[in-house]
Nanobody, 120 residues
Framework: QVHLVESGGGLVQAGGSLKLSCAAS????????MAWFRQAPGKEREFAAA????????HYADSVKGRFTISRDHAKNTMYLQMNSLKPEDTAVYYC?????????????WGQGTQVTVSS
């Protein structure tokens, strides 16, 4: 079981940036793929981005491609999501996930989520 804790969410104006973090408890951190999903109010949870166990491969949903960047730091057991050029439609609870089928899942372990709100 991997314990995941997200942070970095908040309120930002359209066009702004935020960087989310996901700290993982399980070792070795490098043994599993990880991903970010998001769930907007009234909608189902959707895939946003994923990164392979090595960090050498990444995959993005079309809706975030070119604006979001996923990365991982093995020394810190942490995954990141740099979000630029944010739009109101990016408003959602963002969840990190680990240990599953790269890139879009399913994944076995989930964090509690962090709220991202983009104002117009």
């Amino acid at each position: 079981q991997v314990h995941l804790v997200e942070s970095g969410g908040g309120l930002v104006q359209a066009g702004g940036s935020l960087k989310l973090s996901c700290a993982a408890s399980e070792h070795p951190f490098s043994a599993y793929a990880m991903a970010w999903f998001r769930q907007a109010p009234g909608k189902e949870r959707e895939f946003a981005a994923a990164i392979s166990w090595s960090g050498g491969s990444t995959h993005y949903a079309d809706s975030v491609k070119g604006r979001f960047t996923i990365s991982r730091d093995h020394a810190k057991n942490t995954m990141y999501l740099q979000m630029n050029s944010l739009k109101p439609e990016d408003t959602a609870v963002y969840y990190c996930a680990a240990v599953g089928t790269y890139p879009t899942g399913p994944y076995n372990n989930w964090g509690q989520g962090t709220q991202v709100t983009v104002s117009s």
